[in-house]
């Protein structure tokens, strides 16, 4: 793999536990740092997002530890509104990147949901499925 795309593929369309572990793993390996993930191995801060999906992926892998220590991570860099940016470096704390940034957020919501509700979200989850139902009308 190249980059942290790895964990968005396989938040919907896992090819394979075996593979998916490993991908997993090496994501984590090769673009951790910090306690983010790095959307590609040169880049030198953490992108909030991709570390979110992380989480994600962790957590609907059962590894809810691993996931738990990666959310706590990120999630210790927002400022003191817990407001979060897009990036963050990873040696000074420092927000990089749009402020505040409404994916990051979202990828912390979905995080969370999925940390706590882990066997509620399938590989075949989409945003998609949030989308309001049509209300049935009572007579």
Same mark, same amino acid.
């Given at each position: 793999h190249e980059g942290a795309d790895v964990v968005v593929h396989y938040l919907h369309d896992s090819n394979g536990a075996e593979d998916t572990c490993k991908e997993i793993e090496a994501v984590e390996r090769e673009l951790g740092a910090g306690g983010l993930i790095?959307?590609?191995p040169d880049d030198p801060s953490g992108?909030?997002?991709c570390t979110y999906w992380l989480v994600e992926c962790l957590a609907? =892998?059962?590894a809810t530890e691993r996931a738990t220590s990666w959310f706590r991570s990120a999630t210790a860099y927002a400022n003191d509104l817990g407001l979060l940016s897009e990036e963050a470096d990873p040696?000074? =704390?420092e927000l990089l990147g749009n402020f505040p940034q409404t994916f990051s957020h979202v990828g912390l919501i979905n995080a969370a949901w999925c940390l706590a509700h882990p066997s509620?979200?399938?590989s075949s989850w989409s945003p998609q499925d949030?989308?309001?139902q049509p209300e049935e009308h009572q007579p």
């Open positions: 790095r959307r590609w992108f909030l997002i609907l =892998g059962g040696g000074s =704390g509620t979200r399938s949030l989308r309001p």
